[in-house]
């Protein structure tokens, strides 16, 4: 008998139902191994005594081989995640409060367990009778994982030992041959053991117990542990400058010369546990932390439970880091600030601080103060990976700056030994700590991407400042994709719908390969249209529970580049099985309309089934199908067919009060060689893309009703919040600087305002009103039906009660969830727990919200990557439009290309300037001219594209002077830097 069982716990939990008693029982093994192949004691359990979940992928060898503890782990994963870090152990007391303490750093350590070349391996001392210890009388928890990381460290020293007592003449022979291959190795480890006092005999193992924590180590080495501090282990053991770059530095080196320059005095952070009574007492409030884009002067939180947003000018945010959780006290109405209202330079944290002269003061008498608070304490940090590249320093200097890309993170200083190496080059840094004796945090290298200013360099920069997963898919997720050749077996054929022989067809833009949705459409006998939305039944290939959807969860959502794409799911199953190419058999989840050929729905039903599309075609393709007379083809008259039924469907959504905005967004051509942009327009858009959006808006809406009906409290669902008046003042105000008046009480109104809203000495105020009418709106959000009352369904840009995503599982996560839920409404599926419990389902829309969110991001990112490099070879002049007025400049958008920013002055000019908030205007004085400029007005303008002190390629719109002058008052408020 390998196993017997400890002990039975019984404790008391509460619960919905009252207070239950749970009982567990902990068995404890004698069969756990060691995980060395060499080791013949273990070596006949090793491929089945051990569950498969705590299996490493490779044994363990001779050498070096690591036992860090929690902190280590917690705090040191980019050390660990050098590829020369290898041959460790991670005892099962480690993972399980990793688990419990960050999730994040959980799922990194699990996937190093998973990579073959790592050799980690997973030791499950706490159910192995030798290494199993249980807590002493008064001895917190935290002290006994300690104390057991410690007892499974001097077991494991004491077996290596027995390993090689135990080997014979042939199996030492060969042991120490390994160490004459490696002899200035051991002689460094043998030196390091010596110097601790540990003794080791000389097997060609060495055990070495990692931690940071002076009480451990001393603990560790007093019961005769080979014990390190990170850095020591590094210093002793590596030679790679770029191994001990990565080091975190929990505590800073530090250097008279820099602590100097940098010396700062920050009031403490309260403890956590009384910031947390606080904020329940309602004494502070609790939200997110963000730096304003344009200035860094200032920032603000969405607290819980406050219409608006707090202001927390700079020398209030007491090293609150951007995406921070923080806890704020709101000042007195008395002390409350008025934002600044100023673009700065985009190179503005490259100044010293104090540099930027303050004019809060010399704002308009009609300006009004914002509730203001500061920052107290901080909740939960939101640090990640930051790139960017080192200030300017000397070859020799350890002690850098690391310049972030991202203007709203504050400069970071570390310790480098490769500073020379890194000049020129686009590394990755993470923030370590942000003391309160410094006026900026520590933090440490983690690796470079390559030369800066490159394509390729800057495309994966791009995707880590917005936490894209872009790593190539596991074995373990490539391991559940479907073998081929994929065929339909009778037994599919048997359990859907078979519609391989309808005229089904797809239109979507040109290049497309992962084609979620295709449309059919025939004539019924009594003279009504059955139409049917065919989406890919991602669903049958993506299973709950497999690493593909944990993979496909994490990711969310596809992101779009402008010269590639990062899939959700692997290519086998985006570009191909799940993609509904034309002439190929798929699954496919059909929703099917009967409805009147004046769009009025007599019914609808979902079902999955079989589909074989005729046709794959551009939206360019069916376009000129409908407008070609001669075509008389039945896929064609279907096709005219399907956009007459939409017309009518988007004239009712309008009617109803739904919102038809605009956005420029701009397409390029990529040469195939260099990957450069040599073409760059702005999309245009046909009859046939308003045809699939009709079609596909149907199908959500008729999805969303069908699940909150199936499932009322765990449907997921789509909501876009009303915008409060006070987002639409500025625009109204702009609106009547030509005689426009908005109405925005309702999304109808709206609707009515911008439909007749016109200038005859503007033909171009529509769109224009159109796209800053966007921008007042609130973000569209994932919800849970649960979680949200049904009044607060409504979508407001869609004027649709309830609403939801369908029609894109192929590249959206969400879309998959709907697709479980309907298959499990008609019967075609069955449920499993997570998704129906109703509190994972609110924390899965949350992450997606943000996934979708950073997808964006990212997207807009790249666009205008290419567009500075498209713009640095061919300068040009054109006409643009102001979009917006600040105390120092105006923003302008060139319709022609898309592009939107700040309004630079010629090379040399520093105009003066008179800002007037009511209009909103802002007069410009220069050369002899006085300009006056208010929303809506136009403006010539030259495009150019300048080199950053971070080699980045950054693209400014020069004001081309006009000789027409306009009387304007002057101003002694500051212009931005050109």
């Known amino acids: 008998n390998t196993a017997r069982m400890l002990r039975s716990k019984a404790f008391a939990v509460k619960t919905r139902r009252g207070v239950a008693t749970v009982a567990r029982e902990h068995y404890l093994r004698t069969d756990v191994v060691c995980g060395f192949a060499s080791c013949s004691q273990c ?7 051990q569950e498969a979940e705590e299996k490493t992928s490779a044994p363990l060898t001779a050498g070096n081989v690591l036992v860090p503890d929690t902190n280590v782990v917690l705090h040191q994963l980019d050390f660990l ?5 290898c041959n460790v152990v991670i005892l099962t007391t480690v993972l399980e409060e990793v688990k419990h303490r960050n999730l994040a750093a959980y799922n990194k350590l699990r996937a190093m367990i998973s990579d073959p070349k790592k050799k980690f391996f997973v030791f499950v001392n706490e159910h192995f009778k030798d290494t199993y210890i249980e807590g002493k009388e008064g001895e917190s928890p935290n002290d006994r994982n300690d104390r057991a990381i410690r007892v499974a460290a001097k077991w494991y020293c004491d077996h290596v030992k027995a390993m090689g007592a135990a080997r014979g003449p042939q199996e030492k022979d060969a042991a120490e041959d390994d160490d004459d291959d490696d002899e200035q190795e051991a002689a460094a480890a043998t030196e390091a053991m010596a110097v601790d006092g540990a003794e080791s005999k000389d097997i060609g193992v060495s055990i070495l117990l990692l931690t940071n924590d002076e009480a451990s180590l001393a603990a560790a080495r007093d019961i005769g542990i080979p014990t390190y501090r990170v850095a020591d282990y590094v210093r002793l053991f590596c030679a790679d400058p770029a191994l001990a770059d990565r080091v975190a530095m929990l505590t800073f080196q530090t250097d008279p010369a820099t602590d100097a320059q940098y010396a700062a ?11 947390q009574r606080a904020v329940k007492q309602g004494r502070l409030v609790q939200g997110v932390f963000h730096t304003s884009r344009e200035t860094l002067r200032e920032g603000y939180v969405f607290a819980r439970g406050r219409p608006e947003s707090v202001l927390v000018p700079a020398d209030l945010m007491n090293r609150a880091v951007d995406g921070d959780v923080v806890a704020l006290e709101l000042l007195p109405e008395a002390e409350w600030r008025i934002p600044t209202d100023i673009v ?4 503005a944290h490259t100044e010293a601080p104090g540099d930027a002269e303050d004019v809060s003061e010399r704002v308009a008498a009609t300006a009004t103060a914002r509730c203001t608070g500061r920052v107290v304490g901080i909740v939960r940090r939101a640090w990640r990976p930051y790139c960017g590249m080192l200030a300017a320093c000397a070859p020799e200097d350890k002690h850098v700056i690391f310049l972030p890309y991202d203007r709203r993170v504050p400069r970071i200083r570390i310790v480098t030994q490769q500073a020379a190496a890194l000049k020129g080059m686009c590394i990755v840094v993470a923030i370590d700590a942000w003391p309160e004796t410094s006026s900026l945090p520590v933090g440490h290298y983690v690796r470079t991407l390559g030369k800066a200013g490159e394509v390729p360099t800057e495309t994966e920069a791009v995707l880590i400042e917005h936490d894209v997963p872009y790593e190539p898919f596991s074995a373990a997720v490539r391991a559940d994709l479907p073998t081929l050749p994929w065929v339909i077996t009778p037994a599919d054929v048997a359990v859907r719908k078979d519609l391989r022989h309808y005229n089904i067809c797809s239109i979507d833009p040109p290049g497309c390969t992962d084609i979620d949705d295709a449309l059919h459409l025939h004539v019924l006998p009594n003279g009504n249209y059955e139409v049917g939305v065919h989406i890919a039944d991602v669903s049958h290939f993506i299973r709950p529970g497999t690493a593909l959807d944990a993979e496909a969860s994490k990711r969310g959502t596809t992101v779009y580049l402008s010269n590639r794409r ?9 570009s191909n099985l799940c993609s509904l190419i034309g002439q190929q058999e798929r699954f496919a989840f059909s929703a099917i309309w009967e409805m009147t050929p004046n769009a009025d729905i007599v019914s609808v039903y979902f079902t999955k089934s079989i589909i074989k599309s005729k046709a794959a075609m551009t939206y360019g393709e069916a376009q000129l199908r409908i407008d070609d007379p001669s075509d008389r083809s039945e896929l064609t008259e279907s096709i005219r067919k399907l956009n007459a039924v939409a017309k009518i469907l988007k004239h009712r959504r309008l009617m109803q009060g739904a919102l038809f905005l605009a956005s420029a967004e701009v397409r390029f051509s990529i040469e195939s060689e260099t990957h450069d942009p040599i073409d760059i327009e702005v999309k245009q858009l046909k009859d046939t893309n308003s045809l699939v959006e009709e079609f596909m808006l ?7 009703e069908h699940i909150l009906r199936a499932f009322p409290q765990c449907a997921m669902l789509r909501r876009h919040p009303a915008p409060p008046p006070s987002n639409f003042e500025g625009l109204i105000r702009a609106a009547r600087n030509y005689d426009i008046e908005l109405d925005t009480s309702t999304s109808r109104a709206l609707a009515v305002s911008l439909d007749s809203a016109t ?6 105020i529509n769109t224009l009103l159109r796209i800053l009418a966007t921008r007042c709106m609130y973000q569209a959000v994932y919800f849970s039906s649960g979680s949200v009352r049904e009044s607060e369904f409504f979508h407001y840009g869609l004027a649709a009660p309830i609403y939801t995503h369908f029609t894109s599982p192929i590249r959206r996560y969400p879309d998959i969830i709907v697709h479980r839920l309907l298959a499990a409404s008609i019967g075609a599926d069955s449920t499993y727990p997570e998704l129906l419990n109703k509190e994972k389902a609110t924390s899965m829309c949350d992450r997606l919200n943000r996934r979708s969110r950073m997808a964006q991001h990212a997207s807009r990112a790249s666009t205008d990557l290419h567009t500075a490099l498209f713009f640095s070879k061919r300068p040009e002049e054109c006409e643009a439009y102001v979009v917006g007025i600040r105390k120092n400049t105006v923003n302008v958008l060139v319709p022609r290309y898309g592009l939107e920013g700040p309004l630079c002055w010629p090379e040399g000019v520093r105009p003066r300037l008179a800002y007037d908030p009511t209009i909103p205007s802002l007069g410009v004085t220069f050369g002899g001219q006085s300009l006056l400029y208010r929303v809506f007005d136009p403006v010539r303008i030259r495009i150019v594209v300048e080199l950053s002190s971070l080699q980045q390629r950054t693209l400014k719109m020069v004001l081309i002077p006009s000789t027409e002058a306009v009387p304007a008052a002057e101003s002694s408020a500051p212009a931005p830097a050109a």
């Open 43 to 49: 070596s006949r359990l090793l491929a089945t005594s």
């Open 81 to 85: 995640e050098h590829p020369s870090i």
């Open 265 to 275: 005095a920050h009031t403490p952070h309260l403890p956590l546990p009384e910031l």
């Open 344 to 347: 700065e330079n985009e190179e």
């Open 566 to 574: 990062i899939d959700m799911v692997p290519e086998l199953l985006s």
């Open 698 to 704: 149907l199908a959500n809406v008729a999805s969303a």
């Open 759 to 764: 200038s005859p000495q503007h033909p171009y």
